[in-house]
């Protein structure tokens, strides 16, 4: 159910779709696609184009990830405080960050175990998160 095509717009979807896939297998994310997309081919906006977003192609064709988007920048981000804490252990603003960050991190893990995105024995844990997301 594609959405009646623009006329200054020069891919087609399936086109659009073909570019969507190609990236995945470089792995990139869906954010990075579609920012790849729009900042590389003049493509404002996959959904509008193909009637599906850059998520719901990539789960058609089974490049579904993992860790949904959201939470894997989340946990990079509490990775590079913990990092950055290791040798700054004095600073406090980090410390806060970090703590906000982990919140963020196990209330959105929650969330996604509600919506099925997650198994429901999936857990955060730093050490281990580290080894998967390297």
Partial sequence: MAKKEKNWMRFKPAEVKKLVLKFAKQGKTASVIGMVLRDEYGI???KKLTGLSISKVLDEQKFKST??????ALIRKSLELRSHLEENKHDMPAKRSLAKTESRIRSMVGYFKKRGKLEQDWKYEPERIKLLLN
């Fill in 44 to 46: 404002p906006d996959v």
């Fill in 67 to 72: 860790i949904p988007d959201d939470l894997r």
